[in-house]
């Protein structure tokens, strides 16, 4: 299901439509994370995941998605608000609709992956891992 949200001159959806790939690809292919990526590749991610676009008027400025079952587990990835719209409390709004989204209340375990923003996810209840020792990860060359 589809779903918007609206705040003044922005609008925040789930409607994979909507999406300017382009604007994702430049940026995320260009991020710390996804350098490289190609657009084959984020296309395939994003059909497989909930997305959430972040846009002013119908211009996209900030993007996530979420890799997830729905009733158990959300995987938090590929989140960026554009440089320009930085430092207006977007990108805290984005998280707020990511964490109090309807179908994911009364998920066991939420998960994310930060190089450098600690202290913005500490705000939605996000904590290093408590078990460090339990998770495991395997690292593959990109394609």
Known sequence: M?????????????????????????????????????LEVLQLSIQNSLVFGLYQEKQQISFARLVTDYPTFAYVADVFVLE??????????????????PELQGLRRWLLATQDAHELYRQFGFTELNYPNRFMEKWDAPI
């Open 2 to 38: 589809v779903r918007e949200w609206l705040q003044g001159e922005y609008s925040i959806s789930t409607d994979i439509n909507q999406l300017n790939l382009n604007v994702i690809h430049q940026f995320l292919s260009n991020s710390y994370w996804g350098k490289g990526l190609s």
């Open 84 to 101: 320009p719209f930085r430092g207006q409390g977007l990108g805290k709004w984005l998280l707020k609709t990511i964490t109090s989204h």
